[in-house]
């Protein structure tokens, strides 16, 4: 069964600062790594995901994340918070193979950004 | 274009009520799921259609809850004798065919489901 991670239910940074929300993954074979965003009131909102190939990926509105399988983890970052980016985000996995529609979520984490 | 629709946005019923939900998935897209996200948790995978059949209902937690899609499109989530343990908040989303690491699940706001 796999399993998701994210360290620290509520994050809060400075507007201008870098951003940096832990996502780490428990599989015998490493998943699809996917990140969405949830604003109030708003459906959840893929940023990426990595399937195969350059372990580093780009998203939308700045994001990038990093596959490294080594640690099982799959990191978000922005170099520079901007108030729009306060919102809850979930890391998420699916199986490779059999069973790759299903998505199993983290907890999520609540991102605060102070002006 | 328009995205996954929800409705009712939130539903308050009685403990032993029934309750629908419905989902209107993005036009043309086969694959449809439900999820389930309570206080503070992540959103659960229920039910996974492909068409009008239920290709993966594994996380229905019992048999009170029951999803169709008679047409391939509209899907409803019903639940019978609710309790109060189901007050949650309830996901649908639609992708082009169910094939993850080649497109996007497309989430709707959810209904939001009070059992007093």
Sequence with gaps: AQSVTQLGSHVSVSEGALVLLRCNYSSSVPPYLF????YPNQGLQLLLKYTTGATLVKGINGFEAEFKKSETSFHLTKPSAHMSDAAEYFCAVAPRGAGSYQLTFGKGTKLSVIP | G????QTPSNKVTEKGKYVELRCDPISGHTALYWYRQSLGQGP????????TGAADDSGLPNDRFFAVRPEGSVSTLKIQRTERG????????????GEISQETQ?????TRLLVL
């Design chain 2, 86 to 97: 189901d007050s949650a908040v309830y996901l649908c989303a639609s992708s082009v065919s």
């Design chain 2, 106 to 110: 497309y989430f709707g706001p959810g």
């Design chain 2, 44 to 51: 659960e995978f229920l039910i996974y259609f492909q068409g």
């Design chain 2, 2 to 5: 328009a995205g996954v629709s």
């Design chain 1, 35 to 38: 990140w969405y965003v949830q």
